[in-house]
């Protein structure tokens, strides 16, 4: 049973990255601690380690479906820097179409 709860803190430990100082002194006190502790701290480990598991297979899960911008560097080298035509059009060629479209209903009506 005790071996079974070394195995549970290394796991554990393993999967929350916990610092060495840490760890060695959780493994020292299921080494040395009493009988008695020894099915309470089995069920804490094991309830902590299928929650770290679950967390774990879901953020693996969450980073496989997300986009991280791949490819994106190369396209956007590919291609020469454009600039907005738009502006260096007559004044007329800005004017949005529905004001172009009153206008003439406007001129149309008199």
């Not at 297979?57 to 956007?76: F, I, V």
Request: charged share 35%; hydrophobic share 35%; aromatic share 4%.
């Amino acid at each position: 049973m005790r071996s079974e709860l070394l195995e549970l803190i290394e796991t554990l430990s393993a999967l929350e990255h916990w610092p060495k100082e840490d760890r060695a002194a959780v493994l020292t006190r299921a080494v040395c601690g009493p009988l008695s502790d020894l099915l309470p701290n089995v069920r804490y480990f094991e309830k902590r380690l299928i929650a770290a598991q679950c967390k774990a297979a879901g953020d693996e899960l969450r980073a496989s479906r997300s986009w991280h911008g791949e490819g994106l560097d190369d396209r956007m080298t590919d291609k020469e820097p454009t600039t907005c035509k738009r502006m260096t059009r007559s004044r007329k060629a800005r004017v949005p179409i529905l004001d172009r479209i009153a206008v003439r209903v406007r001129r149309n009506a008199t």
